[in-house]
């Protein structure tokens, strides 16, 4: 095959690349919304983490009309242990005062036993779920754990926190109170 042959190929390949980028980039690229302020919080299940038949699957529409923290974290990752204290201190305060925590496990199977020891280490009131499936995960787009999402009570994500952070500190809680304080649906 001459080079010139070889070059007509080559620059085949890359038209039809070029083509195939441009119509996924147009059509497929446009069909998964970006999971961020502004948007609708995806729907979701989880498992509540009682032991025995107590067990029940929960979903995001078990707190329509609230303001939720949801946040995304497993037993194995650092950060989130670091995080978990915060969240129950900010339990304390704003729970009282309508704020749902809800923190879901994106564990592997059969880790609910390890997920329960770590809420009693830890002494976690707030809820825990857990959805060993990872279509959480994905639902939101999570990047790594542990990832939080401040969600308004007309459902809509208000704030995207990516990384652990100190849920105690005054401009964490400024924003919750702003949409505590809001009137319900």
Avoid at 71 to 76: E, Y
Avoid at 84 to 89: A, D, V
Avoid at 169 to 175: C, F, G, I, Y
């Amino acid at each position: 095959m001459t080079s010139k042959a070889q070059w007509a190929i080559a620059a085949g390949i890359v038209a039809l690349g070029a083509v195939g980028l441009l119509y996924a980039t147009n059509v497929i690229g446009g069909g998964i919304p970006p999971v961020e302020a502004g948007s609708a919080a995806p729907p979701f299940r989880a498992a509540t983490t009682v032991a025995g038949a107590n067990v029940r699957e929960k979903s995001l529409a078990d707190y329509k009309g609230q303001v939720v923290l949801l946040n995304l974290w497993a037993t194995w990752c650092g950060p989130c242990r670091s995080e978990m204290p915060s969240l129950e201190r900010l339990q304390q305060e704003l729970g009282p005062k309508g704020l749902k925590i809800v923190a879901v496990s994106v564990d592997n199977p059969g880790m609910e036993d390890a997920i329960r020891d770590f809420r009693k280490e830890f002494g976690l009131t707030f809820e825990i779920l857990y959805a060993p499936d990872g279509k959480i995960r994905d639902d939101y787009q999570a990047t790594g754990f542990p990832e939080t999402f401040i969600i308004g009570r007309d459902g809509v994500l208000r704030k995207r926190v990516i990384a652990a952070t100190d849920w105690s500190a005054e401009p964490q809680k400024a924003l919750l109170r702003q949409l505590l304080a809001e009137p319900g649906s």
